[in-house]
């Protein structure tokens, strides 16, 4: 497989996969009821498809077992973001963070908005690395640890806060977390996650040169820094005006028409004046 096959497929499974997560998730939304709860339960194959295909190839080092590490690591990361964005993996605050309340007690509410869920990922990377850690394909380890650390960074530079926010996706049992977000000009972790990430990037295409004359690992670093490329797209669009809503947009039936909540609003209209 040559190296511009696999940064296609990169990109196709980055913008596809992100896509029918988003679907499933509008679906749920418009059905309402125990909708979300329905969607999580039905992805759980989606997990077990990964997981299995993650030990099954740890002794693969041909360029298929790479591609198929990597896609079996983003099969399990994709559960637990449909699980996350569906309200059923979540944390155990659920509610709209107030104007004003100290630092402290802010951190602690968006911590308690994903406790749930970081902590379920960070045991599935520990899991990951006791299982497959120093085998002859460790892609699909290094995939979701490119994806736990980027998700960290991400999360962390909305709450410190940036310039552009798309709350355009956020589903109905999520709509609270806008309010922990804060839009500021830019913060001090951001230069820095924009740094290791663009490192990293680096990183994997020079070890892509060294094994240029290996099919399997130049295909695992050649996924591998085009995912770590994305993570780097993701965050800039946290400060360039583009419309990357755009890229899965039209893909999405209507959101269904529910009343904002006037504390968020309140929240997120006084935190675009900061």
Excluded at 206 to 225: C, M, V, W, Y
Aim: charge should be positive; glycine fraction near 8%; include cysteine.
């Amino acid at each position: 497989m040559s190296t511009w096959h696999a940064v296609a497929i990169g990109i196709f499974v980055w913008w596809s996969s992100t896509g029918v997560i988003l679907m499933a998730v509008r679906w749920a939304d418009r059905a309402g009821g125990r909708a979300h709860l329905l969607a999580t339960l039905c992805g759980l194959p989606l997990l077990a498809i990964g997981w299995a295909g993650l030990l099954s190839t740890c002794d693969d080092p041909t360029a298929r077992g790479a591609v198929m590490a990597f896609l079996s690591a983003i099969a399990v990361w994709g559960w637990f973001e449909l699980a996350f964005l569906c309200g059923v993996l979540t944390g155990p605050n659920a509610r709209v963070c107030p104007e004003g309340v100290p630092g402290w007690e802010r951190f602690l509410r968006a911590w308690g908005t994903l406790a749930y869920s970081e902590l379920a990922l960070l045991a599935t990377a520990v899991g990951l690395i006791f299982f497959a850690w120093g085998t002859v394909n460790p892609f699909g380890v290094w995939t979701f640890l490119v994806l736990l650390l980027a998700r960290v960074s991400a999360k962390l530079n909305l709450y410190l806060g940036v310039p552009n926010i798309n709350t355009e996706f956020l589903p109905v049992p999520m709509r609270h977390l806008a309010s922990h977000f804060r839009v500021a000009r830019c913060n001090a972790l951001f230069p820095v996650s924009i740094t290791l990430l663009t490192f990293a990037t680096g990183c994997w295409m020079e070890r892509l040169i060294d094994h240029e004359d290996a099919s399997g690992p130049a295909t695992g670093f050649a996924l591998l820094a085009v995912l770590t490329a994305l993570a780097t797209l993701e965050h800039w669009l946290m400060v360039l005006p583009l419309p990357d809503a755009k890229l899965w947009r039209w893909l999405l039936p209507e959101a269904p028409q529910h009343p904002r909540d006037p504390a968020a609003h309140d929240v997120a209209r006084k935190r675009r004046r900061a």
